[in-house]
């Protein structure tokens, strides 16, 4: 296993909730990773860790590979990839990833 395969994975199995995201939850660097974080807020996900991928670019590269995505953000619940945005966007309305992370046992608000 690589150096950011291990890094990767260490982070993946130490949050509960774990998104890989181009900037921060507080100054996202593109609209998608803002899209996501938006998605968590709303649902009340208050504890959830982040990555900044433009800080490491072996990370960055190297979530593509783990996922087998090709796009970030990324999101993990429980150790499990979730999707990017758009996969967040759908479960969200579907009421799925309330659902998910409820079932992670993630404290999540209603809708």
């Known amino acids: 296993m690589t150096d950011a395969n291990e890094k990767i994975e260490g982070l993946v199995k130490g949050a509960k909730v774990m998104?890989?995201?181009?900037?921060?939850p507080l100054f996202?660097?593109?609209g998608f990773s803002s899209t996501?974080?938006?998605?968590?807020e709303r649902l009340g996900v208050e504890d959830f860790g982040s990555?900044?991928?433009?800080?490491?670019?072996?990370?960055r590269q190297g979530i593509?590979?783990?996922?087998d995505?090709?796009?970030i953000p990324q999101?993990?619940?429980?150790?499990?990839?979730?999707?990017?945005?758009?996969?967040?966007?759908?479960?969200?309305?579907?009421?799925e990833l309330a659902a998910l992370l409820a079932?992670?046992?993630?404290?999540?608000a209603a809708r």
């Open 28 to 30: 996202p660097q593109c």
């Open 103 to 108: 079932d992670a046992g993630v404290p999540v």
């Open 69 to 71: 995505w090709p796009t």
């Open 19 to 24: 998104l890989f995201m181009k900037g921060t």
């Open 51 to 59: 990555f900044d991928v433009l800080s490491d670019m072996d990370v």
């Open 64 to 67: 593509k590979a783990y996922s």
């Open 36 to 40: 996501a974080v938006t998605i968590l």
């Open 75 to 95: 999101l993990y619940v429980d150790g499990e990839f979730v999707g990017g945005s758009d996969i967040m966007i759908e479960m969200y309305q579907s009421g």
